[in-house]
């Protein structure tokens, strides 16, 4: 039997009811990104008239990690020349980002083609990217972000038109030959 399925997407020609897994895998992981990064956005913007750098060590000691360590002194000391246009510009733009990925993720809730497109184009703007990183310095995080994203790209390429529906203006009534429309 085919039709329309509970959340409007197209159910029958022998799928399985939860052919969409992948889909709600997709979106769990772009709204968890989006939530991660409005979270991210309100500490940023929280931070702009503090003191940077001992902030830093704060939330280190915080979460029980060495503020002394090569990597975190050389980041803390990156912190300290950060200005506070700069920090405001960086949190700007992390919000921004995270409101696209929630439009996104709403988009593709709701199963709306243009969801798959945004998706679809800002998974694979990353590739390319990655790849270059991975080209210059092989990291294992890197890698297997780039195997999720080319994963998420295909999934949304070969299933679109399946797991999104298309909305289609209603053609307008045309007036029979011979009629004339309203006059005044």
Do not use: C
Request: proline content about 5%; aromatic content about 12%; overall charge neutral.
């Amino acid at each position: 039997m085919t039709g329309q399925g509970k959340w409007g997407g197209m159910r029958g020609e022998g799928r399985p009811a939860g052919a969409a897994t992948g889909l709600y895998s997709i979106i769990a992981l772009k709204l968890g990104k989006s939530l991660l990064l409005l979270g991210i956005t309100v500490g940023f913007y929280s931070l702009l008239d503090q003191d940077l750098q001992s902030a830093f060590e704060q939330f280190l000691l915080w979460v029980r990690l060495d503020p002394e360590h090569q990597f975190f002194a050389d980041l803390g000391a990156k912190l300290q020349i950060m200005t506070p246009s700069s920090l405001a510009w960086i949190a700007s733009g992390t919000l921004l980002y995270a409101l696209l990925l929630l439009v996104e993720s709403l988009g593709m809730m709701f199963r709306v083609f243009w969801a798959a497109w945004l998706a679809i184009g800002e998974t694979a703007f990353f590739i390319p990217i990655e790849i270059y990183h991975l080209l210059r310095d092989f990291s294992p995080v890197v890698f297997i972000i780039l195997v999720i994203n080319v994963a998420v790209v295909w999934y949304l390429v070969k299933h679109r038109n399946r797991l999104f529906h298309h909305v289609t203006l209603a053609p307008r009534p045309s007036s029979a030959p011979g009629e004339s429309g309203p006059t005044a």
